[in-house]
């Protein structure tokens, strides 16, 4: 009884998310949406978020504006056509939102991608989400990642060395330190500390759920041996050995947001474990100069007290 009513409410939300996803110009109405979930306004909006992370709303928001950013960087339409297409009634309204959920603005946004090196990670559109919903040009829908509690995720608790690591500060949205990674790989190649048994990481400092995107604190770095003599252009930090949760990514980097959300929304509450002192990180396995985005392998590791 209890996967069939389970199967019920997954299907009522893969409907209404099917609605959303197809009406990113019209708003949004939860009365049908409601109806259409066999639902009433209240539980339904309540069943939907608790499910897939987000209000039906906030789903809605975030799609207008993934597809904002998109147009951003595959056209050259003019911002304000852009912004009235994503749902705003001024292009001020616009900006706020944008760079509330991306750390800049639009035309920032834009130039930006424009000035990127052939070699530097492309500009990231996504915004992350526990559900794994996003837009892309036809809205291939591919699986919704339902709240599901620890049976979702493969995740392992190990005991990890300390760790010293030469690292280049980043202060903005995390889906944008590839920019504090290409600023690492220019000081730390003619360095000579881009060995072949270093590892590149990006460690978080900040909660985004509760930081302003600006106001997110991160480090690119890489590991080094104790031994080795740091250039004055990067700042040494050290991982603490101990206990860390350890889930690991595999895909592109645009969607390691939402395993993020995953790791800490679903799989933490329900693994009887608690958060440590120190920060969270990510290290990077292969990468995307030799390895396609499906295939690229990132760990994420959280402090376990």
Known sequence: MRTETRSFYEAAVVRAVARITESLDDALDLGDLARGAELSPFHFHR???GMVGETPLEMHRRLRLE???????????????IAFD?????HEAFTRAFRDAYGTSPSAFRL??????????????TLAARSSIHFNA??????????????TMNVTVEEMPSLRVATVNHMGPYNRISEAFQRLGGIAGPAGLLRGDAMMLAIY???PETTPAEQLHSDAGVTVPEHA???AEVVEKRLPAGRYARAMHIGPYATLGDTWSRMMGEWLPSSGNRVGSGPSFEVYRNTPADTPPEELRTDLYIPIA
């Not at 994503?86 to 001024?90: I, M, R, S, V, W």
Request: hydrophobic fraction near 30%; include cysteine.
């Open 67 to 81: 597809r904002a950013a998109s147009q951003l960087l595959g056209s050259m339409r003019p911002v304000t056509a």
């Open 138 to 151: 036809t809205f291939n829908m591919h699986e919704i990642h339902f709240h599901r509690g620890d049976s």
């Open 47 to 49: 069943i939907f978020r």
């Open 86 to 90: 994503a749902g705003y009634d001024t």
């Open 112 to 125: 930006s991608d424009e000035r990127r090196e052939a070699c530097a990670r492309p500009t990231q559109t």
């Open 229 to 231: 003599h740091l250039p």
């Open 205 to 207: 400092y900040d909660d």
